[in-house]
């Protein structure tokens, strides 16, 4: 199986502040990745497929960078709604793996 | 409006067997690609399996491989999780995604969970 490393797996940050989480993979993937938000007790969000494809409805200060076995995603500009937890996953081969996942929490 | 609601979850003890649904509206189903995502208590997401839009095609992680079997009835807009053999790390909420046309798709819409707990 692919396995994907996120980092860091926690932050702590304030509104307003640019952050960037990162995503390694075990092998290339080439862009078959996705971001993910998730809030307590919620499903999971897609942010961000095929690496840096924002998708519909999701804010412009989410982007995601990257291609083969490194990859970020990066908040622009940190708002309240904005802390959750973020995973990674990639969609290249099958089991299609999450990474360990990111908090984001406030300072 | 895209919806995918899960049901079927609960108590099971270990070693028991229990059948996830997975209902879904408000989008031609029998097109895309479906999933089953898990997440233990307090733990990340887990793959769990997927299948083809028209169910010839199923895969598995390595930690159900060979105890959960995924199916899909096109004609009730249907997928289900038969889960057999299950042990304590079983035990998770079970979301459904729902995935594209494409094999390697993103996941764009998620059912809102269904707990099951393996305990005796």
């Known amino acids: 199986d692919i396995q994907l490393t996120q980092s860091p797996s926690f932050l702590s940050a304030s509104v307003g502040d640019r952050v960037t989480i990162t995503c390694r993979a075990s092998?290339?993937?080439?862009?078959?990745l996705a971001w993910y938000q998730q809030k307590p007790g919620k499903a999971p969000k897609l942010l961000i497929y095929a690496a840096s494809t924002l998708q519909s409805g999701v804010p412009s200060r989410f982007s995601g960078s990257g291609s083969g076995t490194e990859f970020t995603l990066t908040v622009s500009s940190l708002q309240p709604e904005d802390f959750a937890t973020y995973y990674c996953q990639q969609l290249r081969i099958f089991p299609f793996t999450f990474g360990g996942g990111t908090k984001v929490e406030i300072k | 409006e895209v919806q995918l609601v899960e049901s079927g979850g609960g108590l099971v003890q270990p070693g028991g067997s229990l059948r996830l649904s997975c209902a879904a509206s408000g989008f031609s189903f029998s097109t895309y690609f479906m999933h089953w995502v898990r997440q233990a208590p307090g733990k990340g997401l887990e793959y769990v399996s997927g299948?083809?839009?028209?169910?010839?095609?199923?895969n598995y992680a390595n930690s159900v491989k060979g105890r959960f079997t995924l199916s899909r009835d096109n004609s009730k807009n249907r997928i289900y999780l038969q889960m057999g053999s299950l042990r304590p790390e079983d035990m998770a909420v079970y979301y459904c995604a729902r995935g594209g046309e494409d094999l390697f798709d993103y996941f764009d819409y998620w059912g809102q969970g269904i707990l099951v707990t393996v305990s005796s």
């Open positions: 092998q290339g993937i080439g862009s078959y």
């Open positions: 299948i083809s839009s028209n169910g010839a095609s199923t």
